[in-house]
């Protein structure tokens, strides 16, 4: 069965530090990954999503970057976090070619202070 | 941006009772799925419905699709407090070309409670 994992669970950062967000799936081959943020009592906000190693699509211009060095694993960075980047952050993936139901990481709350 | 809005954004009712809550969107898409959230956690996927679906049972979920209206409903039937949760609805826009991405719009969710 497939498993996502997230870490790390949270996180505590002062403004102007850089940022790693770690998300990798496990059982599964060339799934799309996505990342998320969820303002509280909020939907979510699509930031990145990847359908490749190496390839990283933006949906909204930002102060974070994401890459995917491997399959299975996807990161979400910024060199200098900004008080707006507090959030909660969720890594999800889906099957290539489907239906598109995405499966959820548990996520990481981030508090930039 | 956001295409689905949930309505209500938050729904209290009593064990037993049924809920319902709905979800309106904007442009034209391949399907619609709904999201159950526990406080502090991932989204998990409850349902999927077709744009050339109309009605979808799963155990008590209930959801519904009206493509002329753009609105879909989720029917929760003799809840529970374990049902406590934000609910979210997710659509998936049509593509060009035979290629999809995956990528899904999410609403703001409805918040509900159900006492014991």
């Known amino acids: 069965s497939q498993t996502i994992h997230q870490w790390p669970a949270t996180l505590v950062q002062p403004v102007g530090s850089p940022l790693s967000l770690e998300c990798t799936v496990e059982g599964t081959s060339n799934p799309n990954l996505y990342w998320y943020r969820q303002a509280a009592g909020r939907g979510l906000q699509l930031l990145f999503y990847s359908v490749g190693i190496g390839q990283i699509s933006s949906e909204v211009p930002q102060n974070l970057s994401a890459s995917r060095p491997q399959d299975r694993q996807f990161i979400l960075s910024s060199k200098k976090l900004l008080l707006s980047d507090s959030g909660f952050y969720l890594c999800?993936?889906?099957?290539?070619?489907?239906?598109?139901?995405?499966?959820f990481g548990p996520g990481t709350r981030l508090t930039v202070t | 941006s956001q295409q689905g809005e949930e309505d209500p954004q938050a729904l209290s009712i009593q064990e037993g009772e049924n809920a319902t809550m709905n979800c309106s969107y904007k442009t034209s898409i391949n399907n619609l799925q709904w999201y159950r959230q526990n406080s502090g956690r991932g989204l998990v996927h409850l349902i999927l419905?077709?744009?050339?679906?109309r009605e979808k049972h799963s155990g008590r979920l209930r959801v519904t699709l009206d493509t002329s209206k753009k609105s879909s409903s989720l029917l929760i039937t003799a809840s529970r407090a374990a049902d406590t949760a934000s609910y979210f609805c997710?659509?998936?826009?049509?593509?060009?070309?035979?290629?999809?991405?995956?990528?899904?719009?999410f609403g703001q969710g409805t918040i509900l409670t159900v006492h014991p």
């Open positions: 419905i077709r744009s050339n679906e």
């Open positions: 997710a659509t998936a826009g049509t593509t060009t070309g035979g290629t999809s991405y995956g990528k899904l719009t």
């Open positions: 999800a993936w889906s099957v290539i070619r489907g239906r598109s139901e995405q499966y």
